[in-house]
Each structure stands twice: as C-alpha cells, then as structure tokens.
C-alpha cells in the first residue's frame, strides 16, 4: 500500500527521542529537511493545554508522533500528561487528514496493568489502546510491552 510523505512530529516530552530517530533517518537519507516539524503548546493558568496548529498540511501524509511514556521531571510533566498531550495530537493530525498516524512511545504507559486481578479494577493497558485508537492513530510503535495481549 504507498504511503505519503513521512513527517515527523514530538510532544514536549518526546523531544530527545524524537530528536535522535530523526537524526538517524536524515542520516540514511530516509527523510529530507529538517527532520522534525515545529508544533506549538500552550499552557493556561487554569491547567488546560493547547496545542496549536502545524505550518503545513500534512492531508495524506505518514505522520509519525514521538512522545515519552514516562513522566517528565523538567516539564513537571505526569505519564497522564504526557499521554493526554500524545492523544490531542494524534486528534489534531487526524483531523487534518493526515493519511496514517503513528503513535511512537518506547515505553507504552500502563503496560504492566494488562491483567484485572480484583473486581472493579480497570484493565488500564487495553484502555490506553483504545484511547488512541479513538483519538485517529492508525498505529502504534513501542519498543517493549510487558504483555503480548495486549
């Protein structure tokens, strides 16, 4: 199936990784220009964020989104943070008709929580799934899950 223009974006806490695959891709000649695309956020006093638009339509595009699955200490940033920050930017990208999203996240949060071991208990590794899933990612790269079913 071909695939359009690969552009690459970071969330604020996904910047080293996404910095470094960046890198490496310009280096094997696999993308051209600057690599990563500048993309605005915006904190309110009140704790809402936005996120502002991209400089350029990437209507058809093979977007692919870095972000952390971690907390972030410098940003002051939670792993809910920083996966609802992946979310709203997978939305953004979906609703300008980017062609595919990937959501790229070496560390998948709540993976570990992949099982319901007490009545009532989210099974939390499914959700997190489903979210960005809702939220227009046509895929998802990770580099370890703690659990194949998921």
Partial sequence: MPRGEMRLFVCRAGRYFGDRVSRELIGMKCIRDGGLEPYLFKQFECG????HGIERSVRGADVYIFQSGTRDSDLRTSVDDNFMELCRFVDGMHHA???????????????????????????????????LEAAGATRFMTLELHSDQI
């Fill in 48 to 51: 809402e964020n936005k996120q």
């Fill in 97 to 131: 008709s980017a062609g595919s999203i990937t959501a790229v996240m070496p560390l998948m949060p709540y993976s570990r929580q992949d099982k319901l071991w007490e009545r009532g208990e989210p099974f939390t590794a499914k959700l997190m799934a489903e979210m």
